[in-house]
């Protein structure tokens, strides 16, 4: 508490979450007298509300310095000032009662407007719930958690970090084992990651060479010679075309010899949108 003030590491605290593209909020879904917490009590929702009050505190402050500054330029007639001020006046109440901007329901063009602010709650934010390696089922702290992510319409993941935390140093036989033992399918690490990606609107995309395979992070809805700028600019400035495998083929024919013999290659061109796991050879010519 007092982070919105600048008190204790507060504004060391903000800057940080300021320059991050997405807000993950890892919240204790589990008793256990040895852990002791800093409330005296285990209440996922208080947790989230202190820091929820916080950031929309900062926003406020952030706010009102810009609307104090705009409402002069909209008093001379500046059409954007206007909308920026109108927003802004719709905005501040809601972060009085601690909710994040991000609920507030604005449009693409007003998040736009809204943009230069860095308001920290406009983020897209998601819930992770830390529980007990038995807690994943009958959790009241778990249900309580998923009850108020939901109405703030945003995604949840419940991992167990002790869990986390045995199969860390596990070779891949004696994780699937261990894996297999909690009747679990992955770790959730995993399911945390796929979450993050798709709350971002990223995807990924490889390139299998005969040394090395590599995976590249590319927005969904990016084409080809998007995705081959991300390894070098001159790919997409003198882009040709995309062999093009896609991943299941890639697997079911044991590489990319296996999936040309079986006419699973294609050659895409310019337009084409690449799809969430796509192995990619890129033509180029600068």
Request: charge should be negative; glycine fraction near 8%.
């Amino acid at each position: 508490a007092g982070a919105s003030k600048g008190e204790g590491l507060g504004n060391q605290f903000l800057s940080h979450i300021r320059e991050t593209d997405a807000i993950v909020n890892v919240v204790r879904c589990f008793e256990d007298p040895n852990v002791v917490h800093v409330a005296g009590k285990v209440s996922p929702i208080d947790d989230i509300e202190v820091i929820q009050t916080e950031l929309a505190l900062a926003d406020m402050g952030t706010a009102e310095k810009v609307l104090h500054r705009e409402q002069k330029k909209a008093r001379a007639g500046d059409k954007d000032a206007i909308k920026l001020c109108a927003i802004i006046e719709k905005l501040l109440p809601h972060l009085n009662e601690g909710q994040p901007v991000r609920t507030l329901g604005l449009d693409a063009d007003q998040m736009e407007l809204i943009k230069p602010l860095c308001l920290i709650t406009a983020k897209p934010a998601m819930f992770v719930a830390n529980v007990s390696e038995s807690g994943f089922k009958d959790n009241p702290l778990l249900d309580q958690l998923t009850e108020f992510a939901n109405k703030q319409n945003a995604p949840i993941v419940a991992i167990s970090a002790a869990i986390e935390s045995e199969i860390a140093n596990l070779d891949d036989a004696d994780k699937q084992e261990f894996l297999a033992d909690m009747g679990m399918e992955e770790p959730g690490l995993d399911r945390l990651i796929r979450a993050a990606f798709k709350l971002l609107g990223l995807q990924t995309y490889f390139t299998a060479g005969v040394k090395e395979v590599r995976a590249w992070t590319v927005p969904i809805g990016a084409t080809a010679p998007q995705a081959a700028g991300v390894i070098h600019t001159d790919f997409e400035r003198g882009f040709i075309r995309a062999q093009t495998i896609s991943f299941d083929d890639y697997i079911t024919y044991k590489g990319e010899a296996g999936a040309k013999e079986a006419g699973k290659m294609r050659a895409e061109g310019k337009e084409y949108i690449v799809k969430d796991g796509d192995v990619l050879n890129f033509l180029f010519n600068v």
